[in-house]
């Protein structure tokens, strides 16, 4: 049974509907990520010199790893205290059985490393450079409370809520630490009370672990008795008043031998924006989430949280990186729309018909509605190349729509459409190349592909079922031609100087090539001043006379506009991702060197960086290590 027109009009308005519905769950990115499936092994060796790392550590691991089929290649870094390997897996490889093989090559190796090596962790992509990445949004937090409480606030209350929130990958709480109980030996004491160390570790071991007391029986029912040592750490008179051991018939107290002290934890790293020190909870996006979407929700929660922090505190926005994406992605959005209206204005001057307007915009929303919906399903990822794609398909687009219009109200019939669907192949077939690029190009141009792939597969369905149910809907009446005499002496004018055009092209055709051939440029600008071993060019071509005299008279003569493009535009033209402009400051210490000295050295820079309050906007520092630090400023 043939579908009637109503019938595929409200499919195609059902289903465009869903499409535009969709565009909150689309992936939106200024960027596109890296899709190369990889594994990164994580692990730690406090003190331990890179060199040390490389050969006792990494070296054993990358022998294993070598061994796992589906690992293409490996990429070690070995720095002060920790590493990582980053395991490149072929496309074809299940990622959670080579998870698992990685795991157990290291149960079986991690007997054999160093003593003082932790266990090495296994991620899916790297911690360590998504925490090089900006994060999407930065809040500050603040307060009358010391630091490290407004620390333990945030990673104690804040973090779990927020955590829940799907999209955020990782929430870093930066500018702050944990306080800790500092136990500092007596020395002169313990030497002679004949102490060791061990025993003062496992009395506190014992004072803080549950113990089990035996069972007891309760209306003939047996219940096991746990003693639950949680006790209050924060009490110190409870600690120093632990009780070690005896010496000399006394019972030794923790105070007796060593000194208690509650203190904020040594700093591990630092996190500064424009030089101030404070409380920072950094979101970080899952890999291909929506960020627009996603600062939105966070910002949301955000708010709601702030009515039940204590009355002392306080939390701000203090950075958000989708803020230049939505800046970029609405010039995208005012030239895409520009680019349209000027093509539907030649429509409508060409046909001087809003119905003929009508139809063509319609037909290309429904076309837009439809591909969002496969967006989705083929998990295309919208970002600056992929947007790009959306409007060169407009064109495309908007004639095929254009030319079943034509026919269909000339001809009454569909036979146009084999003539469509070759020159849409076509089209299609030519994208197939991005598909054997290297990956870094790839990645780049796969979703723009994918983008006007679907778009014109889409315009097929909508130009064979949507346009001939349109037109059946609203009437174009054809357009009858009437020739004046006004008009036919216009066409014989044209045709006129057309033909003595053609006349004189022809008649002075070796004058008209050679012309154009100048106009592109001879390549003689290109001939190198002197050649080795050939003394007949020296002395011709690379004579001193002409080299300095007629050759700049030549190249111009014959050099044309190619000359100009490779001397003035190829040569000077460079290539960078387009991102936000930011300068990088990197700076390394040798090995040994302390976290407060490479401190030392970014604080420097801060203070020289904040007196450009105009021109620069943010600069975020960290440090890492005593070995590196950097600030980035946009």
Known sequence: MKPTSFSILIFFAL??????????????????????????VQFQWSN?????????????LEGAFNLVQGVESIYAVARNGRGNLRLELSEEAELDYLRFEVASKIRQLYPKLPQGVGFPVIYVSNPEAEQQERPILTYALSGKEAPSVLYRYASEV???????????????????????????YKEAQLAVLKIKPEAIRNAIQQYFTPANLGVAKINNQAWQVRLNNVREASNRAQLEDLVIGKANNQVLRLKDVARVSFEEQTPQQFYRINGQNSIRLLFYAERGENTLYLAQKVKSEMAALKGILPASYQIRLEDDATTYLNEELN?????????????L?????IYRNWKHLLIVLLSLLANLGIAFIFYDLFEVELHLYALAG?????????????IMIHH???????KVFPALLASTLTTISALSIIWFLSDQWKVNLLDFAKV????????LLVAVLLIPALLEKVNLTKKVRTNNVVLLRKKVRWHQFYEKLLTFLVRRKVWVITGVILLFGLPVFLLPNKIENQPLYNRTVGNELYVENAKPIVNKLLGGTLRLFLWYVYEGATYREADETVLRVEANLPFGSTLEQMNTIILQIEEYLSQFDVEVKQFTSRVNSGQYGGIEIY
């Open 48 to 60: 331990a010199s890179p060199t040390a790392i490389e050969q006792e550590v990494i070296t054993p």
């Open 345 to 349: 204005l030649f429509v409508l001057l």
């Open 331 to 343: 010039k995208i959005a005012q030239r895409t729309v520009l680019s349209l209206v000027i093509i």
């Open 15 to 40: 289903f465009s509907v869903i499409g535009f519905a969709l565009i909150p769950r689309l992936s939106v990115q200024w960027l596109p990520t890296e899709r190369s499936p990889y594994l990164v």
């Open 390 to 402: 959306i409007t060169v398909s407009f064109g495309i687009l908007i004639d095929n729509g254009i």
């Open 158 to 184: 804040l973090n779990p809520k927020l955590a829940l929130i799907s999209g955020v990958e990782n929430i870093q709480i930066a500018g702050g630490n944990e306080q800790e109980w500092r136990i500092t």
């Open 452 to 459: 006007i792939a679907i778009n014109l597969s889409v315009s």
């Open 408 to 414: 269909f109200r000339e001809q009454g019939n569909l």
